[in-house]
């Protein structure tokens, strides 16, 4: 008899079990992200599949679901350059390179061109696939700050206003500016962390390009590398890539450009499930790991789990 009821014992629970594991797995919400695979020194990658991608959260590992290539019909994005008016007129000899970076960019790629300054930004060429057209909303920044200057203000207020597009459509900033947040101040600006914060609850991945501001700032060392260790935090939270020379403009953007060319060729949408999130939804840390040798996948650390269907 009491291996009879041992035995009815375990068949309930492992019954319990199977209903539990089966209710989890129907209750999985879908969640897609942007990431990017490079060989060594932003050369291409080895050719991957879905295979080859393995998704953690802590130490759970999430179905994947599809690994794309974002290319032919997904290969769309809106890229917004952003330029801090508090950058030093030095930038001058570098507006040719940005404008040549612009008019190599494919059809596909919509550019828009905004200048960010009393943290707010204002476009001096809305986004089109005009690159000709785009290219000369480029401009020389005023060169002066006021009071009220934050990169990471003006950067919210451009992903706060920028309308969100299909699903298939990759959202990218190049943030070309020193960083310094003159408005609330080094090191520990709380601006940084809304800023790609919002940025990661929109799946818009940030890359930063180092250039020199103005003022008494911009000439003390410690707040120049504070400058450049905040939109690190950026490129490094949202999976985007951070470009600098030393503690000054770099001499020339173009090898910098030519790297983020290559990064913006070589990325994918990939799509895996999660367990709802509480509520209408939270963001929720997550890693990318594959077993392939020189593949260096980068993707925002968190994404933005939507609550249960209800």
Do not use: C
Not at 202 to 212: D, K, R, V
Not at 217 to 226: G, K, L
Not at 277 to 295: D, Y
Request: aromatic share 10%; charged share 20%; glycine share 8%.
């Amino acid at each position: 008899m009491r291996s009879l009821r041992n035995l009815a014992v375990f068949v309930t629970v492992f019954l319990s079990l199977g209903v539990v594991s089966s209710l989890h797995a129907q209750g999985t919400v879908p969640v897609t992200v942007v990431v990017t695979a490079l060989g060594p020194k932003y050369t291409p990658p080895p050719a991957l599949s879905q295979d080859d991608i393995n998704v953690f959260e802590s130490k759970d590992k999430r179905t994947v679901t599809s690994f794309t290539p974002a290319q032919g019909d997904k290969s769309a994005l809106q890229l917004a350059i952003v330029i801090d008016d508090v950058t030093s007129l030095e930038i001058g000899n570098q507006l040719s390179d940005i404008k040549n970076f612009i008019n190599a960019q494919p059809r596909s790629t919509s550019i828009g061109v905004f200048y960010a300054s009393n943290g707010g930004v204002q476009a001096t060429s809305p986004f089109s696939a005009d690159h000709e057209a785009a290219a000369k909303g480029v401009r020389l920044p005023f060169g002066n700050g006021g009071a009220y200057s934050s990169i990471y203000l003006s950067t919210m207020s451009l992903i706060k206003g920028w309308p969100a597009p299909g699903p298939s459509t990759r959202r990218e900033i190049l943030l070309i500016a020193d960083g310094i947040d003159r408005f609330r101040g080094d090191p520990f600006s709380p601006d940084v962390q809304l800023t790609y914060e919002r940025a990661e609850r929109e799946g818009i991945i940030i890359h930063t390009l180092y250039a020199s501001g103005v003022g008494r700032a911009s000439r003390n060392s410690f707040r120049v590398s504070y400058g450049q260790s905040n939109l690190d935090q950026l490129t490094e939270r949202t999976g985007g890539e951070s470009f600098f020379q030393g503690l000054q403009t770099p001499i020339s953007f173009a090898p910098f450009l030519e790297q983020l060319d290559m990064i913006l060729k070589n990325q994918y949408f990939l799509s895996f499930k999660m367990d709802p999130a509480k509520g209408k939804g939270q963001l929720r840390s997550f890693k990318i790991k594959t077993e392939l040798k020189n593949v260096d996948i980068s993707a925002a650390d968190q994404v933005w789990v939507a609550g249960a269907p209800k």
